[in-house]
């Protein structure tokens, strides 16, 4: 072994696996077991007093999972992970360890679909509130912020129309409001953005979509930066307070600089209960030791299709951030110079019912809800991922009644070409 420290692609294969210790498997085996035989009381009790790192029972960890929290911690630059069942529930995992009945969060409005549901709806339950502010306005995320904001919430490359979110600038709001920056990095994956250099305190995934890659498994991860300090004004009893289930123990006084990733664990995903399969965990860490090839083709192939449509007489305009033309070039050019990823939107010429046929007659594209899968996707957001949205908050968050999402895939970019021309064409 030599001292350097290894690249991208060499983590995306190797870190956090280790050929199995009993059996010398090569691959990471899928440890499809509920529950771990303690070595004796001692043991036991140690593990559930938080005294010693070990496995008990899959809802809490399992070796199959913890290989794949430690190479996305790896790719992210962070301390720790956590991975659960879906992109929803680390979003409901981290939140509930920053905010309390009454407290407030600050997102971004342009925003997966399902994230603004989410946050809209589910979350007022538990007496959590949102203030939106418009990530093209830093000054929108200031305004926003009250005594009890506890987090703000962005994507590092915004769904649906693939915009560049400019990370270090509210980065800089969450500092001076003492909140963490909690980025959802979904679109972008580590390989083209890794938001922690840019500033931001937690990072979040669907693994569903790119990391996983392949469109065969729900996932979801929280990364923790390390970076945060959460006994400043006492703002975070969830981490400074003596937790009653655990003798006591104040996580951030004891866990450090991974305090936040314990506390998701050992607090929310105990509790809350969203573990992830180990059989998941298996599919995703295959697919992420081919992300970097994947990311490559994705983009290359993305950048192909916009320019296509972008000289389509169909189409009335292309938002994707990797064309020069873009209003979003200039922060691609500094996130994400590798590329600018393959979630993009398109318009129309005739609007809505144009919309609605082109989705109809494209035959290699599949017409469905996901995006990050190996196949070229197309969504129609206002009939769809979009349509509990009134018409303002529709335009508000890119998917005005004339747009069309697409996801590109790895297949031939020519195949991808002729299929739009034919459908826009008929
Ligand atoms: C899909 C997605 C989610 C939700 O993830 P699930 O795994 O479907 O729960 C959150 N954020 C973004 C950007 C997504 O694309």
């Not at 000054?139 to 400019?166: L, M, Q, W, Y």
């Not at 390390?226 to 006994?231: I, L, Q, V, Y």
């Not at 600089?257 to 664990?265: G, K, S, T, W």
Request: charged share 20%; net charge negative; hydrophobic share 45%.
């Amino acid at each position: 072994m030599t001292d350097r420290l290894p690249g991208f692609s060499t983590l995306a294969v190797h870190a956090g696996a280790q050929p199995d210790p009993t059996t010398g498997a090569r691959v990471t085996p899928i440890y499809q077991t509920t529950s771990f035989v303690f070595n004796d009381a001692d043991h036991a009790a140690s593990l559930f007093g938080l005294q010693a790192f070990g496995n008990i029972y899959t809802r809490i960890g399992n070796p199959t999972t913890a290989v794949l929290e430690e190479r996305i911690a790896a790719l992210e630059g962070g301390t720790a992970a956590l991975a659960v069942a879906s992109g929803h529930a680390a979003q409901v995992v981290v939140l509930q360890q920053l905010l309390m009945p009454g407290d407030e969060f600050i997102a971004a409005r342009k925003l997966y679909g399902g994230s603004i549901n989410q946050f809209t709806h589910a979350f007022k339950s538990f007496g959590w509130n949102v203030a939106w502010a418009d990530p093209d306005d830093v000054a929108s995320f200031e305004r926003a912020v009250t005594p009890r904001t506890k987090a703000i919430f962005i994507e590092s490359i915004a769904n649906p129309a693939g915009s560049i979110t400019d990370i270090e600038a509210i980065a800089e709001v969450a500092r001076k409001a003492g909140v963490p920056l909690i980025v959802d990095n979904t679109l972008a994956t580590p390989y083209l953005i890794r938001p922690i250099d840019h500033g931001a305190d937690i990072v979040v995934h669907s693994l569903t979509k790119f990391l996983g890659g392949h469109g065969n498994s729900l996932g979801g991860i929280i990364v923790d930066a390390g970076t945060f300090d959460w006994s400043k004004d006492n703002k975070y009893p969830m981490l400074n307070e003596p937790r009653p289930e655990y003798h006591g123990i104040r996580i951030q006084e004891t866990f450090g600089n991974f305090a936040f990733a314990i506390a998701c664990r050992v607090l929310g995903l105990r509790d809350l209960g969203p573990a992830l399969s180990p059989f998941n965990a298996f599919m995703i860490l295959t697919g992420i030791e081919t992300l970097p090839l994947r990311m490559q083709k994705h983009c290359e192939n993305a950048k192909a299709v916009a320019e296509f449509l972008a000289g389509h007489p169909a189409v009335a305009s292309v938002n994707y951030s990797g064309l020069a033309s873009d209003k979003y070039n200039k922060l691609a050019r500094k996130y994400a110079p590798k590329g600018a990823g393959a979630v993009f939107t398109f318009s129309l010429r005739g609007g809505y019912d144009a919309g609605v046929s082109l989705v109809s007659k494209l035959q290699l594209f599949s017409h469905l809800a996901n995006v990050g899968d190996t196949r070229s996707l197309v969504i129609h957001p206002a009939s769809t991922t979009h349509s509990q949205l009134d018409d303002e908050a529709k335009v508000r968050s890119g998917a005005a009644p004339d747009v069309v999402r697409l996801s590109i895939g790895i297949e031939d970019k020519e195949d991808l070409i002729a299929d739009l021309e034919q459908a826009l064409s008929a």
